[in-house]
């Protein structure tokens, strides 16, 4: 059995939660779908230029849970960019504290 999700803070909405590779039929894709806190993760990384201790602490979750959820996220978005799969961001999480 495994452990429950500890609640995890999101702060960051995308503003698309759907990606597909241009001119092919969305019923010829397979999906890939990136959880909201592998988002969350990805932006604080990323975007936000953060070190995996401090963005860790702001989704107050352990430094290698965090790396966990990092390394997920980004293996889902080379899946769908080099397999050439629809990327789908689930809004729906559970054990996840929006602010």
């Known amino acids: ?18 990606f597909k590779p241009r001119a092919v039929p969305m019923c010829e894709l397979e999906e890939v779908s990136l959880r909201l806190d592998e988002f969350q993760a990805l932006k604080l990384s990323e975007v936000d230029g953060k070190e995996q201790a401090e963005a860790a602490a702001a989704m107050k979750i352990s430094r290698q849970t965090f790396g966990n959820i990092l390394a997920s996220a980004r293996r889902k978005i080379a899946d769908a960019v080099v397999n050439g799969k629809a990327l789908k961001i689930d809004c729906r999480l559970a054990g996840t504290k929006k602010a």
């Not at 059995?1 to 759907?18: D, F, V």
Request: proline fraction near 11%.
């Open 1 to 18: 059995m495994t452990r429950p999700l500890k609640c995890r803070k999101i702060t960051a909405e995308p503003r698309a939660y759907y």
